[in-house]
């Protein structure tokens, strides 16, 4: 729980929480920015059922080069994971309803996303036994988090599969 509450405490340091800190309202749409670089586009999918949380998270990993794919529920997600490929599943734990957590234990059977990572995104980390967690859940963010620390962990759980998918193909190349 230590590194979690250091996670918290550095996502609170960040005042940039919101729609409007964000520059975002409503009918706003905004042009990406151009990918950094270093990391290839990867299409994050973020189910998410509060519009103004998916709408800032969305922003900032548009900002920052991602494509995102947006949806409510878990019936929605599974829809969208079956019919293409992601990146990165970005993962409310309390959704209306449902439990975020449930689509981790799904993905292993869902195809073409068996091994795609999952971040938790919660109100309350209490509720979250992180030792318990699916092994693709890969990171738990609290609300409120700074958009900033959430982009840092997108990309490092991004990086992080690709190092483990280039290891794995390499190894059988060899």
């Known amino acids: 729980m230590f590194a979690l509450d250091r996670l918290n405490a550095a996502s609170r340091a960040d005042d940039g929480w919101g729609p409007m800190a964000l520059g975002r309202s409503e009918g706003f749409t905004s042009t990406p920015h151009p990918p950094r670089s270093h990391m290839q586009i990867e299409t994050i999918l973020i189910v998410e059922d509060e519009p103004h949380i998916a709408a800032v998270v969305a922003l900032k990993l548009e900002q920052a080069g991602h494509a995102t794919a947006t949806c409510e529920s878990l019936g929605e ?11 990165l599943v970005i993962a409310d734990v309390h959704l209306r309803g449902e439990c975020g957590i449930d689509i981790a234990d799904w993905l292993p059977s869902s195809g073409r996303n068996a091994t795609t990572p999952v ?27 700074s958009p900033s620390m959430l982009l840092s962990q997108a990309e490092a759980v991004i990086a992080d599969r690709r190092r483990s998918e280039s ?8």
Do not use: D
């Not at 997600?77 to 990146?87: N, S, V």
């Not at 109100?123 to 990171?139: D, K, N, Q, Y």
């Not at 290891?167 to 060899?174: D, H, I, K, L, V």
């Open 77 to 87: 997600a599974k829809r969208l994971l079956r019919a293409r490929a992601f990146g």
């Open 167 to 174: 290891a794995r193909s390499s190894g059988r190349a060899a």
């Open 119 to 145: 971040l938790l995104l919660t109100g309350s980390a209490r509720g979250v036994a992180t030792e318990t967690l699916p092994h693709l859940v890969r990171g738990v963010l609290t609300k409120p988090f």
